[in-house]
Structure formats: structure tokens, C-alpha cells
């Protein structure tokens, strides 16, 4: 690009530092990927963020110092990956993301639980022009759901609506044909309600009931049951738990990972591997190839404590990210610090420019 076309460019970002790259193109008129091009590779230009950390004190100076050591060390594990817009994410409570094929969505949550402010948008990532868009609008509010995607759509199951009334309810988002379904009726009620894709169906848990269920019919509402045979000491010995699939069975992963296989019209168990003994508050999982992710939240010497491990499938291997660190911790990637909190997300998504690793995202880590 020629030395006039950098400096409009220049002038134009300084002028207006907080207008994203796309309306500079179009005030320009420039293509976005030439912009986009002189602002990182002729004018060195890079997004930032200022970020206010809680300053330490001298109390916590030697527990955080040995959290920001573990999590330097582990620095290399974690890459930036894009930037959330703070009126999106800020005080937003209860939401999720998922991926999709080149996509991630954000949807669902409460603006500060209790005000009644509900984030209705369904937001849209696009990994290949690099900015956020609304998609659509959800048709009912909810927060703190369960969620997963089966072929082209995008289940809300469970978690709590309106008035804090917990929903017996799950409804759907086709984005073949941009359309939102009404709510089904779930064929039963438990506060631990799971669900996710299984043999390409949409498959929900109940440890509760000690049953699964398909979702046959999505029209008519037909619903498969299928017992889970299971003994009740092994379901008891859960506090929280994950629902995930991988190749051809499901698994419940709590203190320990049971793997369980669907046989003509039962759920029977296949094996039985300790993985912690440890009592969980919250945990959240996710998979990305062979190894399962998993987000613990936990109480350590009267704190809110969380780890994050990572467990390998093929072989078994269990090891951390990071361990029994607290909230407000620092945490690096790609060379800047992030402070840690507890409304981390946890997704997998492929992408060039995350060669092999999973994402962590919250609201202070900016990716």
C-alpha cells in the first residue's frame, strides 16, 4: 500500500481511536483487508484494552504471587483470540458460548441477576471477517441453561426464566431456516438436567431419575426413555457433574468418569475411572478432539478456588492448566495479563490461529 494510503489511514485512527477498522475502510474507502492490512503490518497498529486489576495487599501478596507463577508458567498454554465489547458482556450473568463451524455464538444471561435486564441477542462472531453481529433475538429470556447443538440447531434446555422460576422447558434455534421453535415441555423435572448431541439425537440426563431421554419427534414432542442401569451409590458419589459424548458413548464426569453405552433400550455402564475426590461446587467441561477440559469451582481455606484440568481420553492422563488459584488472579497470554474471574466460560472451537489449544473466555480476559 502506498505511503498516502498509510498515512489517511493513520490520521483516521487517531482522529477516531475507538471506531472499528471496518467503518475506517468505509470512511476511506478502502477495502476492509487492505485497513486491516496497514494497521498491522505497515503502522503497526494493534487492538488494546485497559484492563483495572484489584490492587494486592499484603495479605494475599504471597498466595497471588504463587498463583501468577503457576499461570506464567502455563502462559504458553492460552492464545488472544478476539474481544468482547463491554455493553455485550459487562455484569451479563448466566450466559453461554458455542461453537459452529466458523462461528461463536453468545446468547442468553441477565444483566445483574435480579433487575430483570435480559440479554435477548443471539450474538455472532464471524471468525473470518473478525466482528461481532446480531443474528437474532432470543423468544424467551433465561439464564444459567444448559445447552448444545445437534446438527443445524442450537438447544436452550432447563435453567431459569422470568421471576426466577426454573424452566421444565427446552426450545430451539434452526439457523438453516432462521427460525425459533415455541417451548416443549421436558418429560421431567431435575435442577441437574444435562443434555448434548448423542447418536446425532437430541439426548437430555437425569441422574435424579436414573433415566435419558431422545427427542424423537421434534413436531409432536416424542420422547424416547431409555434407564440408565446404574447403581445408586456410584450417581450419589457426584456432587456437580458434565454430560458429554465421545465416538460412540456418553459419560457423566463428576468425582469420577462413568461411561456409559446405549444397548437396544437401556443405558448400561461400561467403566468406572476416580478422577478427584474432591467436592465440586460447579464445574464446566468441554471436549475439543481427545481431551475433555474441565472447569472446577470449589471452596479452599474459606475461598472461592478454581482449577482448571485437562484429561486425555486415549491414554487417561489427567494434568492442570492451572490449580487452586482464586478469583482476581493474573493470568498471561500472548504477552499481556489478564485478571482471572470467576464468570470464565469454557468452549472448544477450531481455528488457524489457535493451532491446537481450547479457549478460556470471560469477561476479563478479552480474547
Not at 294 to 304: A, V
Amino acid at each position: 500500500m502506498c505511503p498516502a494510503g498509510d498515512q489517511a489511514v493513520r490520521e483516521s485512527v487517531l482522529r477516531s481511536p475507538r471506531r472499528s477498522a471496518s467503518k475506517h475502510a468505509a470512511a476511506l474507502r478502502l477495502s476492509e483487508r487492505s485497513t486491516r492490512r496497514i494497521l498491522h503490518d505497515d503502522l503497526h497498529f494493534h487492538p488494546n484494552k485497559m484492563v483495572v486489576a484489584q490492587e494486592l495487599s499484603e495479605h494475599d501478596f504471597v498466595s497471588r504471587q504463587r498463583a501468577c507463577e503457576t499461570l506464567h508458567s502455563n502462559g504458553k498454554q492460552f492464545k488472544k483470540f478476539f474481544t468482547i465489547d463491554d455493553p455485550k458482556y459487562e455484569s451479563l450473568e448466566g450466559c453461554k458460548f458455542i461453537g459452529y463451524k466458523e462461528y461463536v455464538f453468545m446468547y442468553g444471561g441477565e444483566y445483574l441477576i435480579g433487575r430483570g435486564k435480559w440479554n435477548y441477542n443471539l450474538w455472532v462472531f464471524d471468525t473470518i471477517r473478525e466482528r461481532w453481529e446480531r443474528k437474532c433475538v432470543l423468544p424467551y429470556p433465561r439464564r444459567h441453561f444448559d445447552t448444545c447443538i445437534v446438527g443445524t440447531k442450537l438447544f436452550i434446555t432447563g435453567g431459569t426464566g422470568t421471576f426466577r422460576v426454573t424452566q421444565e422447558n427446552t426450545f430451539w434455534y434452526d439457523f438453516k431456516n432462521d427460525k425459533w421453535s415455541t417451548q416443549l415441555r421436558l418429560p421431567f423435572f431435575d435442577r441437574q438436567l444435562k443434555c448434548c448431541c448423542f447418536s446425532n439425537k437430541y439426548f437430555i440426563l437425569s441422574i435424579s431419575n436414573k433415566c435419558g431421554y431422545f427427542l424423537i419427534d421434534e413436531d409432536f414432542g416424542n420422547w424416547m426413555k431409555m434407564p440408565l442401569n446404574v447403581d445408586d451409590s456410584l450417581l450419589k458419589n457426584q456432587s456437580d457433574f458434565g454430560l458429554f459424548t465421545y465416538e460412540d458413548k456418553f459419560y457423566v464426569k463428576g468425582k469420577d468418569l462413568i461411561e456409559f453405552t446405549s444397548t437396544g433400550d437401556k443405558i448400561t455402564v461400561s467403566s468406572v475411572k476416580n478422577i478427584t475426590n474432591k467436592d465440586c461446587d460447579k464445574m464446566e467441561i468441554t471436549v475439543c478432539d481427545d481431551t475433555v477440559y474441565t472447569l472446577y469451582e470449589y471452596r479452599l481455606d474459606n475461598k472461592e478456588t478454581f482449577s482448571l484440568e485437562r484429561y486425555h481420553m486415549k491414554t487417561g492422563r489427567i494434568d492442570f492448566i492451572f490449580q487452586d488459584i482464586d478469583n482476581d488472579s493474573i493470568i498471561e497470554a500472548d504477552g499481556e495479563q489478564f485478571k482471572f474471574s470467576k464468570t470464565l466460560k469454557l468452549f472448544s472451537f477450531n481455528h488457524y490461529s489457535l493451532v491446537d489449544t481450547n479457549e478460556v473466555i470471560n469477561d476479563s480476559f478479552n480474547v
